[in-house]
């Protein structure tokens, strides 16, 4: 499976941004899709999952209530919807793609990220 995360940008704090990943190759719908973050000198920090039809998530307690992630796999498309955005939520994003979401941490399948900046 081939990911291409996209939808990061400079957004002023309490704005939104609607992050995509599209999914390529193998059977998109196989798969559980997961949202992982990295800030500047901090390790990667687990977001949000979702399940391969869609029926289950799962987020961090520090997005619980602000984001959402949704899949459409007609269009081989994971979204991660994201309101009430503060500056400590200020990181590189990517997407990553499991057979299950609880395999999530260890995703054989990575986007290239895409830069989210919450301006304060």
């Known amino acids: ?35 992982f973050r990295q800030a500047p000198g901090k390790e990667r920090d687990f977001v ?3 399940s391969w039809g869609g029926s289950a998530t799962y987020y961090a307690d520090s997005v619980k209530g602000r984001f959402t992630i949704s899949r459409d796999n007609a269009k081989n498309t994971v979204y991660l919807q994201m309101n009430s955005l503060k500056s400590e939520d200020t990181a590189v994003y990517y997407c990553a793609a499991s057979p299950s979401m609880e395999t999530m941490n260890e995703a054989r399948y990575w986007g290239q990220g895409t830069q989210v900046t919450v301006s304060s």
């Open 48 to 50: 949000a999952t979702i």
């Open 1 to 35: 499976v081939q990911l291409q995360a996209s939808g990061g940008g400079l957004v002023q704090a309490g704005g939104s941004l609607r992050l995509s990943c599209a999914a390529s190759g193998r059977t998109f719908s196989d798969y559980a899709v997961g949202w």
